[in-house]
T-cell receptor
Framework: AQTVTQSQPEMSVQEAETVTLSCTYDTSENNYYLFWYKQPPSRQMILVIRQEAYKQQNATENRFSVNFQKAAKSFSLKISDSQLGDTAMYFCAFNNAGNMLTFGGGTRLMVKP | SQTIHQWPATLVQPVGSPLSLECTVEGTSNPNLYWYRQAAGRGLQLLFYSVGIGQISSEVPQNLSASRPQDRQFILSSKKLLLSDSGFYLC?????????????FGPGTRLLVL
């Protein structure tokens, strides 16, 4: 069974600075997807970024980028130029064909003005 | 583009009353559909998923049931609500492609059972 671990329950960052959220996972599969979802106070789950395991290049979406280390089973999210609107819960998630989406426990990020 | 709708957005129901939450998806065909529940400050718990019309799989035995009467419609129901059914309910859709599936979530329904 796959597991996803987020070791940082809470983090804070000053506006305009950079923050990195950690995620590790465990799987015996070779092909899979990894995701970061954002859940703001409205509680809607918003897809931030997706990484396909067979791709060596790290995914990037504007201010959001990942550091995917397949051998280490690590998938961290870097948020550059943090904005107040980035304040949210962030969930790391894993999925591969034939299995359900597995979520980490979440990291609560507070961006301070 | 694809969109997913859920209603109602908020619901307050007495214990023992019935429940019906609806989820519809636009802009895609034959999606996989999911119902999740989230307690305050907690992660997501998968309740039901469906890979096609009339096909429902339950992940957690409970007071709830799900149905998929149409390709892009997913309904969560209960005959008699319990206090423990309170929570935030999220519907999601996804399509398998390559190594996995990307899921997209609706805005959610806040349910308070009193």
């Amino acid at each position: 069974a796959q597991t996803v671990t987020q070791s940082q329950p809470e983090m804070s960052v000053q506006e305009a600075e950079t923050v990195t959220l950690s995620c590790t996972y465990d799987t015996s599969e070779n092909n899979y997807y990894l995701f970061w979802y954002k859940q703001p106070p409205s509680r809607q789950m918003i897809l931030v970024i997706r990484q396909e395991a067979y791709k060596q290049q790290n995914a990037t979406e504007n201010r959001f980028s990942v550091n995917f280390q397949k051998a280490a089973k690590s998938f961290s999210l870097k948020i550059s130029d943090s904005q107040l609107g980035d304040t949210a819960m962030y969930f790391c998630a894993f999925n591969n064909a034939g299995n359900m989406l597995t979520f980490g426990g979440g990291t609560r990020l507070m961006v301070k003005p | 583009s694809q969109t997913i709708h859920q209603w109602p957005a908020t619901l307050v129901q007495p214990v023992g009353s019935p429940l019906s939450l609806e989820c519809t998806v636009e802009g895609t065909s034959n999606p996989n559909l999911y119902w999740y529940r989230q307690a305050a400050g907690r992660g997501l718990q998968l309740l039901f998923y469906s890979v096609g019309i009339g096909q429902i799989s339950s992940e957690v035995p409970q007071n709830l049931s799900a149905s998929r009467p149409q390709d892009r419609q997913f309904i969560l129901s209960s005959k008699k609500l319990l206090l423990s059914d309170s929570g935030f309910y999220l519907c999601a859709w996804g399509i398998l492609a390559g190594s996995g599936e990307t899921q997209y979530f609706g805005p959610g329904t806040r349910l308070l059972v009193l």
